[in-house]
């Protein structure tokens, strides 16, 4: 059982008793219910701006976002948890769509939450802020000038399956205790891809059309760590790790703590710090 749970629960019986032996009372704060579902619309106009930004603010449950939406963004936010409702503003060319806070505690059963977005194809920046939540990202073919996610204990799963349109300066990713697996992450087209996580399970994969040199820094925690990089891509790994056990496939050259595949193009360079955990490098 969650441990907020299990918390919230002593207080519930441990309040009345308290009541008797000090002879006061304390009020609990409201709790929020679960209750018919509602199904709201969600479309933002592209706000002609030189420079973009959409920040989605979420908390716990699904979140879904692909391409292929003709404004900046279409799609739907099914919850039934009035508090949940979400909020759009812009300013500026700043577009926040923000889940609803809670006004008491959350319910601790029957909640839903799920949000479906797509974005359309105009270049901006991307920030994405969550809980713990399921993700599922397919951001191939849009036009992401960065993208900056952080996210509690999650599982998602993120991949572009297209090239992005427009060169990417930062990509950085930062979770906590999580299962994270990502796919196609050279076709993200980024410069310096950032990715920082606790204890958990992540799988990055570098496949896709490296079009420029890019480099790469991963710090974690107690973590198995799966990097896949395509045989014939030219690539260099460093791991900086006292503990880690270290696997990788017959094409690499170790020299030391640097391992390094031959290959023709642009060159990715990956720095991996870790304190303890499993690093596999394989094709």
């Not at 809670?102 to 799920?114: A, I, R, V």
């Not at 994270?180 to 410069?191: D, P, S």
């Not at 030219?234 to 595949?261: E, N």
Request: with cysteine.
């Amino acid at each position: 059982m969650n441990v907020k749970i299990i918390s919230a629960i002593l207080v519930l019986a441990l309040v009345p008793l308290a009541s008797m032996a000090c002879g006061f009372t304390v009020d609990l704060p409201y709790q929020s219910k679960a209750g018919q579902e509602v199904k709201d619309s969600i479309t933002v106009a592209d706000p002609k701006s030189e420079e973009t930004r959409v920040s989605l603010s979420f908390g716990a449950g699904d979140l879904n976002l692909s391409g292929g939406a003709e404004n900046l963004v279409d799609g739907t936010a099914l919850y039934n948890v009035r508090d949940l409702k979400p909020k759009v503003s812009t300013t500026d060319g700043t577009v926040e769509i923000k889940q609803g806070n809670f006004e008491g505690l959350p319910p601790f059963e029957g909640m839903k939450n799920e949000w479906d977005l797509k974005f359309g194809k105009m270049p901006m920046d991307l920030v994405i802020s969550a809980g713990a939540y399921q993700g599922s990202f397919e951001l191939g073919g849009l036009s992401l000038k960065s993208l900056s996610i952080s996210d509690g204990a999650s599982d998602v799963n993120l991949s572009f399956s297209k090239p992005n349109l427009v060169a990417m300066s930062e990509f950085s990713y930062t979770t906590g205790a999580s299962d994270v697996t990502m796919k196609g992450l050279v076709n993200a087209n980024f410069n310096t891809f950032i990715f920082n996580s606790g204890a958990g399970n992540y799988t990055l994969d570098f496949s896709g059309d490296l079009q420029q040199d890019a480099t790469v820094s991963i710090d974690c925690g107690f973590s198995d760590l799966t990097i896949v990089i395509p045989q014939g891509m030219h690539a260099i790994v460093t791991i900086d790790s006292a503990l880690a056990d270290i696997s990788f496939g017959d094409g690499w050259l170790q020299r030391g703590t640097v391992y390094t595949q031959a290959g023709e193009g642009p060159t990715l360079t990956v720095v991996v710090n870790m304190g303890v955990g499993n690093v596999n490098i394989r094709e």
